[in-house]
């Protein structure tokens, strides 16, 4: 069975569909996907969109019209964990809505219905996503001369993100986004945009998911900027890189 490979922007997996062997592009639900092979490994390539509905919907195909054993996120986000640094890469252990409030009803970033603030990934494919950016940082100075501004190496790190649908992008945002979930106990390492939508579609169908980010601001007053650059320069190869090592571990 395939597996999904999910971006939410074109620059984030355009390589990936360069080397699609037997590529075959489908029309669904109004978006692209492309069918092909990676690695001799069966895979269905697509773009989310920018947004968690997007994602939602995207991610919903997969499963009920593709048909794929498991579903994995990769593209980028802004860091807010300590230690979190531009050119590093957070696999998420799971996910949490940072716009999800429907208290007084339920408590603040709970998800109704589910009796959970956070959805876990699979750990599995997890440690496995985790195994192939711990390699891809690793290499990533000699690759592709890609420095840390803050000294020493890029790290992997894993752990909690948080996904809403609004691109965080000024230090003032980022901190009180991060200090409030701190203080419920919700220490986020990056925030995005569509990652707990497909985690939640994929918890309602009982499908392995797994998502790596990377770092490509610091979700801050720069973060515009940071964004634009490194998406263009460095998104498409780190995900290549990943996602290529993560398939041979399957």
Request: proline residues 3%; glycine residues 8%.
């Amino acid at each position: 069975m395939s597996t999904a490979i999910l971006s939410a922007l074109p620059e984030e997996q355009s390589s990936l569909v360069q080397q699609l062997a037997h590529p075959q592009r489908l029309m669904h639900a109004g978006r692209a996907f492309w069918r092909g092979e990676l690695h001799d490994r069966p895979v269905v390539l697509a773009l989310s969109g920018i947004g968690k509905v997007a994602a939602a919907t995207t991610a919903t195909a997969l499963i009920e019209h593709f048909g794929v054993a498991r579903i994995v996120f990769t593209g980028v986000a802004g860091g807010v964990g300590d230690g979190v640094h531009r050119g590093d890469v957070v696999v998420a252990q799971d996910y949490v809505q940072h716009d999800m409030d429907a208290s007084p009803l339920f408590p603040r970033w709970e998800l109704p219905g589910y009796a959970r603030t956070r959805l876990a990934c699979d750990p599995v494919l997890t440690a496995m996503l985790l195994e192939a950016a711990s390699l891809c940082v690793t290499s990533a100075s000699g690759l592709w001369g890609l420095k840390n501004i803050h000294g020493g190496a890029h790290r992997a790190h894993q752990g909690l993100v948080a996904s809403g649908d609004r691109f965080v992008a000024t230090a003032q945002e980022s901190e009180r986004l991060r200090s409030a979930l701190r203080a419920a106990g919700h220490d986020v390492l990056a925030v995005e945009m569509e990652g707990a939508a497909v985690a939640q579609v994929c918890h309602d169908y009982g499908l392995p998911f797994a998502a790596v980010r990377t770092i490509s601001d610091r979700a801050d007053d720069a973060a515009h900027g940071d964004f634009a650059q490194f998406v263009q320069t460095v998104a498409s190869r780190y995900a290549e890189h990943m996602v290529l090592s993560f398939l041979q571990k399957l």
